[in-house]
């Protein structure tokens, strides 16, 4: 039996004197399943040409960047490898690197024990302690290039890992975040286990010791050592689900003991409850000293916030909403107070939501306010409308603000920020929209209005969507990280198929 999937993603055309790009990303897989066996593979890459974003008087420089992943399956067998390579039409020479070995995995199960050897992503709890995982929007894929071992018996799990840090060497993005181990390598050991006391109960623990060195060097500089214990139990008195974890940080300088930091800690709790119409969550987290890069801790404020400290950081978040079932409607609200320890101040951040059914629409509301005392201020309010205009069509529309005055113990600066958009769906397959996004406290030479337009199309297994036009820039979070990017103008044409 053969099945085959192909993606075409075509991105990123940058005309005209600002920058000029063309990116081309194309994803396949091809599977192939006879005998119990399975062949997989699937390929991504794409083509840019751009000006340097803070050099409008550069030339446009083109790359191209393509990764592919070969995988294959027999049985409890299974192996893979990721390759990528990049090539640049009239930049440095030196960035080319025509085949690069990115990834390469063999696992095997037996019974209960199953292990990974090669490159394997790995997570201790809810990510405080360690987190190595993908995220192809931001360029991210670190592993652990060693081998994993867990074994799984009923009531209980046991593992062990071990190896080298492996980030992505030829990330295919066109703006991917620095690599957490820029100019320096790292090597992990550590394992965990967990038991299961309850049909709904479970508790856990993990260690973690790293090392990390120079980039060539033949000495460990540094190193680190963790210790976690977590608990979950669900359906506490029928609706209360719980969860807690403590981790415990202890670095060393070994090259220079006088100079080791603190201990360090990372906790986090959640309790969810829902009944009678009403959903509650309350959740808590304490980052003490907690520096270590390979970490993805939870970040229970709103998302339209910037958050860049989760070292050293507590705050709190309750959160309620009611469910009116019969109205299609819910109201919720949500209040989180923290004390930032890097800023030396107490921060707040209140916010209310609303959603319900109304002239044969559906609306969404959204608005908060956050102060760190004395820091700086932040307003932020929107809201989206869906309404059928005819059969299979319809009507959205969106709107959002974000005032901000930053700096306020010194010289206050105004950070402003409105966008704007409107689709219309003129069937299953076809929809089409403008946005707009404005920026009037931007210098004036930075632009302050920018304006685009989108399409898109969809078949059966086949979809397809353009972009054309210019955005302001400004913060891009995936997976729980966050970053800036700069201002875009161009266009953009992606598609996916399967068959």
């Not at 790009?21 to 194309?26: G, N, R």
């Not at 070995?101 to 199953?114: F, H, Q």
């Not at 299609?328 to 609303?354: C, I």
């Not at 809201?383 to 319809?394: L, M, V």
């Amino acid at each position: 039996m053969m099945t085959t999937r192909i993606s075409l993603i075509v991105a990123s055309l940058l005309p005209l004197a600002a920058s000029a790009a063309v990116e081309t990303a194309v994803i396949s897989e091809q599977v192939l399943a006879r005998g119990g066996a399975r062949l997989s593979a699937q390929g991504r890459g794409f083509f840019s040409s751009a000006r340097d974003p803070q050099d409008p008087e550069s030339k446009p420089t083109g790359v191209l960047l393509h990764e592919t992943l070969v995988g294959g399956e027999a049985g409890d067998l299974g192996a893979g490898v990721r390759f990528s390579n990049r090539l640049t039409t009239n930049g440095p020479r030196d960035l080319n690197t025509p085949f690069t070995l990115e990834k390469k995995t063999l696992r095997g199960e037996l019974g209960d024990l199953r292990v990974e050897l090669g490159d394997s992503y790995q997570e201790l709890g809810r990510g405080i302690a360690l987190a190595l995982y993908r995220d192809p929007v931001l360029g991210l894929d670190t592993t652990l290039e060693g081998a994993s071992v867990r074994y799984r018996p009923e009531g209980w799990e046991a593992g062990a890992f071990g190896g080298r840090v492996n980030p992505w060497k030829v990330p295919v993005a066109v703006q991917p975040v620095d690599s957490p181990l820029l100019g320096r390598e790292a090597f992990l050991a550590g394992g965990q286990a967990q038991a299961r006391l309850a049909a709904d109960a479970v508790v856990g623990t993990h260690y973690l010791m790293t090392w990390s060195r120079k980039t060539g060097a033949t000495v460990m500089e540094k190193r680190w050592q963790t210790v976690g214990a977590w608990a979950a139990v669900d359906g506490v008195g029928g609706a209360v689900d719980l969860y807690a974890e403590a981790n415990l940080l202890t670095p060393e300088n070994l090259a220079r003991p006088d100079l080791s930091q603190a201990r360090g800690w990372g906790a986090f709790a959640s309790a969810a409850w829902s009944g009678g119409g009403w959903r509650a969550r309350i959740e808590g987290k304490d980052y003490g000293r907690f520096a270590y890069d390979l970490r993805r801790p939870p970040n229970i404020e709103d998302d339209v916030v910037l958050t860049l400290n989760t070292t050293d950081v507590a705050s709190a978040r309750l959160f309620a909403e009611r469910l009116f079932p019969e109205a299609k409607a819910s109201a919720g609200g949500s209040m989180l107070a923290g004390y930032d320890r890097v800023l030396g101040v107490p921060f707040y951040h209140g916010l209310a939501t609303a959603k319900h059914h109304a002239l044969g629409a559906e609306w969404e509301w959204k608005g908060g306010y956050r102060w760190a005392v004395a820091r700086n201020d932040l307003v932020h309010v929107g809201g989206k409308a869906k309404i059928p205009t005819a059969k299979a069509q319809a009507l959205e529309l969106e709107a959002k603000a974000i005032l901000q005055v930053k700096n306020l113990q010194a010289t206050p600066q105004r950070e402003d920020r409105y966008t704007l958009g409107v689709t219309y769906s003129f069937s299953e397959r076809w929809a089409a929209g403008l946005g707009y996004e404005g920026l009037p406290t931007n210098p004036a030479d930075a632009g302050r209005g920018f304006t685009n337009a989108n399409l898109a199309y969809r078949s059966g297994s086949f979809a397809a969507k353009g972009f054309v036009g210019q955005t302001g820039g400004g913060a891009q979070c995936s997976g729980g990280v966050c970053r800036q990017v700069p201002p875009y103008k161009g266009a953009m044409v992606e598609g996916t198929y399967a068959f």
